[in-house]
């Protein structure tokens, strides 16, 4: 009712009414009239009845009273329907404060990740540690196929079947969205070990796990890998990896990200040894 109220007959192409109109804003009959729905059936939606509503009419109630992205999410969840992924074009402030984020976590790991566990971001530790690269694109797809990561995951036998269950966790938050149901079949045809483990349906919501991670310089390092959601934009989601107490792998981090660690990784050229 409150977004009725707020546009005008002009705004949506109809005549004001003049005096007749009692109210500023549309009336319910007029709303009804733009979404293409009956005008019983709309009070009803307003009323919060228990009545039958499909996206594509929400969308259309939504285009009338010029709902924002995350009002139109909203007005889903309201109906009892899962959300549409966001549509906005994202916020550059807000998506350089999240990257300053990730950087202000060094020399600990995080990277960024949309709702198909695609990479957006990642920083310099992350890259050092589980070897990312500009090349990978998706964390399930890297985690089943890439060999440095593969190499490197000690414990990633253990972890394989908790994260497919994560996965299926927020697939089933978009059941029709074709997104998922394409890197699932694509990953399914090119590992065994994952699409045994789907077929399984396990599920299970995202936290936090423990990881082991065996690195060329440094040996096993040792993390909480933490994933945060974020309210303002839920199609991202921030992996922290902090640092197990009392594993020193901390200090192995720090080591990494130092100044010494580069001068040791250094080689003579053949000819300029002293």
Not at 37 to 60: M, N
Not at 225 to 252: C, E, F, Y
């Amino acid at each position: 009712m409150t977004r009725r109220a707020r546009i005008s007959p002009a705004q949506a192409g109809l005549p004001d009414g003049g005096a007749r109109r009692r109210t500023p804003g549309l009336r319910r009959e007029e709303v009804a009239v733009l979404a293409g729905v009956g005008a019983s059936w709309y009070q009803w939606l307003e009323q919060g009845r228990d009545i039958t509503v499909s996206p594509q009419v929400l969308d259309a109630v939504a285009r009338v009273l010029r709902l924002s992205g995350p009002e139109r999410r909203h007005l889903y969840v309201l109906a009892g329907l899962n959300p549409p992924l966001p549509e906005a074009a994202p916020d550059t402030d807000f998506c350089e404060g999240l990257y300053r984020l990730i950087e202000s976590w060094s020399p600990f790991p995080a990277h960024i990740m949309d709702a198909y566990w695609n990479i957006v971001a990642f920083n310099e530790p992350a890259g050092r540690v589980f070897g990312f690269t500009e090349r990978d694109s998706n964390c399930l797809v890297a985690f089943f196929t890439d060999p440095v990561y593969r190499g490197r995951a000690d414990t990633r036998d253990s972890l394989a079947a908790t994260v497919v269950a994560q996965y299926r966790a927020a697939a089933s938050e978009f059941p029709d969205d074709e997104g998922f149901r394409r890197i699932v079949d694509e990953l399914a045809a090119a590992s065994e070990e994952f699409a045994g483990l789907w077929a399984r349906g396990d599920v299970q919501p995202s936290g936090q796990v423990e990881k082991e991670i065996a690195h060329p310089l440094v040996g096993s390092l040792f993390f909480e890998s933490t994933q945060l959601r974020l309210p303002a934009r839920p199609d991202l989601t921030i992996v922290m990896h902090n640092p197990q107490p009392d594993s020193g792998t901390a200090a192995k981090l720090a080591w990494l990200a130092s100044p010494e660690r580069r001068r040791e990784s250094l080689r003579p050229v053949d000819g300029c040894a002293s």
